[in-house]
């Protein structure tokens, strides 16, 4: 059988598909569509103990801004990260609810003396239905 294990009814079917897929595979790779290129250097100036300061979001017509932040993984006073700052993007991009966002989209503001970052996302909205 060329290298392959005999299937029996006791193999759980979860390890069954991970002998298949190989082992090299991991589920989130699948989901997770960066915005952000995995390893970037913050060329903002983030340092450990860098903390976000305020996150402002532009171009929001039809959606609160409580609404957004709910779908936010990274909040106003947490540490800077930017993995979560790409997880929060990758949410609102899958909510469907505007364009998709880029990092052009992002501005990220230091502010040295607080040791704070502040975003500002400028969001796009889609056109909506109209007459004619």
Same mark, same amino acid.
């Given at each position: 059988m060329l290298g392959r294990q005999p299937v029996s009814h006791r193999t759980p079917l979860l390890k069954l598909r991970k002998q298949q897929l190989g082992a090299s595979l991991r589920p989130h790779s699948? /989901?997770?569509?960066? $915005?952000?290129?995995q390893n970037r250097i913050l060329d903002c100036g983030g340092r450990r103990g860098t903390a976000v300061g305020s996150i402002e979001f532009r171009g929001n017509r039809h959606?609160?801004?409580?609404?957004? /932040?709910?779908?936010? $993984?990274l909040n106003e006073g947490d540490p800077f990260n930017y993995r979560q700052l790409r997880q929060s993007l990758n949410r609102l991009n899958t909510a469907g609810f505007f364009k998709p966002i880029t990092k052009d989209q992002v501005i990220i503001q230091?502010?040295?003396?607080a040791h704070q970052l502040d975003l500002m996302l400028n969001l796009e909205e889609p056109a909506r239905g109209g007459w004619g």
């Open positions: 699948i /989901r997770e569509q960066s $915005v952000f290129p959606f609160s801004d409580s609404t957004l /932040r709910r779908m936010m $993984v230091r502010d040295p003396a």
